[in-house]
């Protein structure tokens, strides 16, 4: 079976190394495909590597991850983003969904519910 | 007449002449008989007949018949004879014609009179009639044609019984006039030809014979229906006058010149008591001589006078008006009416009192007031408007309204003032005040029209100072509002800053739990986790006061059960009771309710996690709920220490801990509570608690079924 390409928006570093770290505990899976500290950088970063999924942060600068998520479902309607934020009001939940993401994962999370979250995303999209 | 004189002239003059030719014819007849002597007395006949037709001139014709006598006799008689004879026929004829002369003056006189008698009576414009002792008419004249109709002709020598509207009338006047003599001033009625009335008034004298024997009446009458009917009239108008008077709501009174009560209407009887006939001081005022207010004179001199008087025996006062009335008999009498105005003058003073009562509270308002004229001039003001402008009130006199207001406010003003005086516009008008050196005060102004919405008053308020305090309390309100914003936006970062860093703790704990760990190094993760984990629940429950209070908190409703609910929580809450040894007993109706399903959540889990928190080991926990039908009743109870009953109105506060001590037992932020108020609130429902002190808590929460 082939690796699903993450492509990791975060602009936190620590972040960032904990989310590859998780990926690969869940090896067998996943793969990163590569990383963006923007949404910008998100949006030409997908258009370059056309991974499988994206973890897209909201709060970011240059380009906030609604209007990345908007950009790159623009441009892929098919793309698979799941938001990974510490904002957790159902506004804010609500805006993200609405700009196209699949999934909403609230920070902090544990490593169980980030791999439920991607393999209930990536079930859904094989089906 | 002059013709009946003429005829009767002829006639005699004729007889005369046949009976001097008869007298002639016989004298020579005889005479050439040679008798003489007994021919002579012939010629007594004409001389008689001339003197008493022809009086002086008698004498002629006895000269002439004895000149022709003594002609004819001459051959037979002798002529002293002849002479003796015709001398005695000129002397009879002189005797007989004097006397005649003489008596036919009397009669002349007689005459003249009788004409002069007959003019008078023709010319008079009254009726003249003469009746005798039968009653029957001799005499009618002009004047009588006139009103009665008939003519003397047809009256004279008929009864005067037909004239009388009464039959009986005829009868009674000669009565009357044989009784008295005469009749004076008799008022009748007659009917004339017409058979119409006519009123006379007649006057009549007794006609006696040259022996004192009544043989008839003179009656001199006048038609006086016209005088009836104008004295009816008069007497009809004194009566509506009369009527006038005593109807009306004043008093009224007649005096004449020398004070006597004439009338008195009905008001002023029965005020007074009916006076009529006395002399009014005496009568009104108990004195000896006239009053000396009263104005009897002035109102003879034909003046009307107006005057109050004041009636101490009464304690009323009186406007009087006095008027000169003139009699039919050319008098003036006084006739006063007399109004009671004691109610009035009493309100007046009443008037007078409040007026002042109010000037003196107009005077000392603790606002400044001002009346403004219809022409914007300021015609009044109190103490404080003095000191609001800083002009004195004689200065203010004749400034107008408008130069108190600054430039700027003057058409607003302006409209608003037109606006009240129509009776509309807001009530208050806030603008700029000019007072004295320019010096602009802030005032709130209130102008109400009065008399006729022609005039206001204006009422103004030095809001100057208040004006200041707004103006600083809006500034700090704007800085409030801005640091309220602040410390949004600053929770919302701190938020989001505080959980990112949650996080990779929370990450790498359940990463590291893959690792092959001893069971110290497990339980130091599961220590971190736990820590984590309380340090996110205590962020979450802050942002979600902030949220509630900048309400952007709104309810999801969806339908649900109760006790499903509470079965979730308390199973998740289950692990906690069971540490601690405690149980939990739920008593549930099934009950359906709308609401928000997260929240109701948080309410269940907040109460009954306090619950257990507070609750000793093997202590009781019990969930009741109760269904009231519009609503549900909840109520958790608790074995617990309980809680000091002055804290029991401040639990729900935001951030309040019963104990403040950093020692106490169990960690929290005194939040819990808080957004379980704020949740039941947004319900609609009501939250409260009692406690007894070591013995434990109830918390009590109303829940609508349905949101409206």
């Known amino acids: 079976m082939q690796k699903k390409r993450i492509l990791i928006v975060e602009d936190a570093a620590y972040m960032r190394e904990m989310l590859v770290e998780m990926l690969e505990q869940e090896g067998k899976k996943y793969e990163v495909a590569g990383f963006a500290v923007d949404g910008k950088e998100a949006v030409e970063k997908y258009k370059e590597l056309k991974p499988d999924l994206v973890t897209m942060d909201l709060v970011m600068e240059v380009m906030d991850g609604i209007q990345a998520i908007r950009e790159i479902k623009k441009h892929d309607p098919n793309a698979l983003i799941l938001v990974i934020t510490a904002l957790g009001t159902p506004e804010q939940r609500k805006a993200a969904l609405e700009a196209g993401a699949d999934e909403y994962l609230w920070k902090p999370f544990t490593i169980k519910n980030l791999s439920d979250m991607l393999e209930k995303l990536l079930r859904k999209r094989e089906e | ?708």
């Open chain 2, 1 to 708: 007449m002059e013709k009946s004189g003429v005829k009767e002239l002829n006639h005699r003059f004729l007889i005369l002449f046949f009976a001097v030719l008869a007298c002639a014819i016989l004298t020579f007849y005889f005479a050439s008989k040679g008798e003489t002597r007994v021919y002579t007395h012939l010629f007594y006949i004409p001389i008689l007949l001339a003197g008493v037709w022809y009086r002086k001139k008698a004498i002629y014709i006895a000269l002439f018949l004895s000149f022709f006598y003594i002609i004819v006799t001459y051959p037979w008689t002798h002529p002293s004879d002849v002479f003796a004879r015709s001398t005695i026929l000129v002397a009879v004829a002189y005797v007989l014609g004097f006397v005649s002369e003489k008596r036919a003056k009397g009669e002349e006189k007689l005459k003249e009179t009788k004409y002069y008698l007959d003019d008078i009576i023709k010319s008079s414009a009254d009726a003249i009639v003469v009746v005798d002792m039968e009653g029957i008419v001799r005499s009618w004249n002009k004047a009588a044609e006139d009103y009665m109709g008939y003519t003397a002709d047809e009256v004279i020598g008929t009864s005067n019984k037909k004239f009388f509207a009464d039959p009986e009338e005829a009868e009674r006047i000669m009565e009357i006039a044989l009784r008295a003599g005469e009749l004076k001033n008799y008022r009748t009625t007659v009917l004339n030809k017409d058979k119409k009335p006519v009123h006379i008034n007649m006057s009549a004298a007794l006609l006696k014979d040259k022996n004192g024997a009544p043989v008839g009446t003179v009656r001199v009458s006048r038609d006086v229906t016209k005088e009836m009917e104008l004295e009816k009239k008069i007497k009809e108008e004194r009566d509506n006058l009369n009527l006038i008077l005593e109807s009306m709501a004043d008093g009224v009174y007649i005096v004449s010149k020398d004070y006597k009560v004439e009338f008195m209407n009905k008001v002023l009887i029965d005020e007074f008591g009916d006076q009529v006939g006395g002399i009014c001081y005496k009568m009104f005022h108990d004195r000896e001589e006239p009053c000396p207010l009263c104005k009897n004179t002035e109102v003879m001199k034909e003046k009307t006078m107006r005057w109050e008087w004041h009636s101490r025996r009464k304690n009323k006062t009186y406007d009087l008006i006095e008027t000169p009335l003139k009699n039919i008999d050319g008098t003036i009498s006084k006739l006063t009416i007399f109004r009671d105005i004691s109610k009035r003058k009493q309100m007046e003073e009443e008037l007078k009192e409040a007026k002042e009562r109010y000037m003196v509270i107009f005077e000392h308002a603790l606002t400044a007031l001002c009346v403004i004229e219809e022409d914007k001039k300021v015609s009044l003001v109190n103490k404080e408007f003095e000191t609001l402008s800083g002009y004195s009130r004689e200065e203010i006199e004749g400034k107008k309204w408008t130069e108190f207001i600054a430039e700027e406010d003057l058409e607003r003003v302006n409209k608003y003032h037109d606006e009240r005086k129509k009776g509309g516009a807001p009530a208050c008008c806030v603008f700029k005040f000019v007072s004295r050196n320019g010096e602009i005060k802030h005032v709130n102004t209130c102008i109400e029209p009065i008399l006729d919405a022609k005039r206001c008053i204006a009422s103004l308020l030095d809001i100057t100072e208040l004006k200041m305090k707004e103006d600083d309390l809006r500034e700090t309100c704007e800085k409030l509002a801005e640091l309220d914003k602040m410390k949004r936006d600053f929770l919302n970062v701190a938020y989001h800053e505080m959980r990112s860093p949650l996080a990779p703790i929370v990450g790498y704990a359940s990463l590291l739990e893959r690792f092959k760990l001893t069971d110290r190094g497990r339980k130091y993760i599961h220590n971190i986790e736990k820590c984590a984990r309380q340090l996110e629940k205590m962020i979450n429950r802050m942002l979600e006061l902030a949220r509630i209070d900048s309400r952007k908190v709104e309810l999801i409703l969806e339908e649900f059960s109760i006790p499903g609910v509470v079965w979730e929580v308390v199973k998740s809450l289950e692990p906690e009771a069971k540490k601690k040894k405690q149980k939990i007993s739920i008593v549930i109706p099934e009950i359906e309710i709308q609401a928000d399903k997260l929240k109701t959540v948080a309410i269940f889990t907040n109460l009954i996690s306090n619950a257990i928190k507070y609750t000793l080991e093997k202590g009781i926990i019990n969930v009741m709920i109760e269904d009231r039908g519009e609503d549900i009743r909840v109520c958790v109870t608790d074995t617990g220490i309980g809680i000091p009953e002055e804290h029991l109105p401040m639990i729900f506060e935001r951030f309040y801990m019963v104990d403040t001590s950093l020692t106490r037992k169990s960690g929290s932020l005194g939040l819990g509570l808080s957004i379980v108020k704020e949740y039941v609130k947004l319900h609609g429902g009501r939250v409260w608690a009692t406690s007894e002190l070591e013995k434990g808590s109830k918390f009590f929460f109303t829940m609508p079924k349905r949101q409206k």
